[in-house]
């Protein structure tokens, strides 16, 4: 697909014409660089970090959680556990799309998917607890209302997970 615009979220029809059969609520798509490969021409493993990374800032100021310019009053965003699956070696020059949702969340701690698709395949995911914490570092700080409104409505969360 030449006409796929990058480092932009991509609609449902553009995610679709990339092969997703079921649109995410944030798609960003890119292509393997020459300083992402490892000397065995692989992509290297932190690459796909750094790709997470990127589209993990992007939706958290699409859902409103952050616009990384106010520190004082915004939440710091900690990842508390991360596990991440390479399933499918990548290589120079392929087009891919990182794309993310929330899939539960609890009063200061939700959980991110994340999948990298190219050539109509999954080649990794990642699976992370992302907590929030007062501006300051304090304490943990509340998920804000119309944030979790948007992983109901967007994202498709069914219901808050009840802590232990």
């Not at 944030?147 to 232990?164: L, N, Q, S, T, Y």
């Amino acid at each position: 697909m030449t006409d796929i615009p990058f480092l932009t979220p991509l609609d449902p029809d553009q995610q679709r014409a990339f092969g997703l059969q079921d649109p995410w609520p944030l798609a960003l798509a890119d292509r393997v660089r020459f300083a992402e490969l490892d000397p065995l021409n692989h992509v290297n493993n932190v690459a796909y970090l750094i790709w997470f990374e990127g589209a993990r800032v992007t939706y958290f100021k699409h859902v409103g959680l952050s616009t990384y310019d106010k520190a004082e009053v915004e939440p710091r965003i900690v990842i508390r556990r991360g596990e991440i699956d390479w399933l499918q070696e990548m290589r120079a020059d392929e087009t891919y799309v990182v794309v993310t949702r929330t899939v539960e969340y609890r009063t200061t701690s939700f959980t991110l998917r994340q999948e990298i698709w190219s050539g109509g395949t999954v080649r990794a995911t990642f699976d992370c607890v992302i907590v929030l914490l007062q501006p300051d570092g304090s304490g943990r700080m509340p998920i804000p209302a119309p944030v979790r409104e948007r992983f109901h409505k967007i994202d498709g969360v069914a219901r808050r997970v009840d802590a232990p």
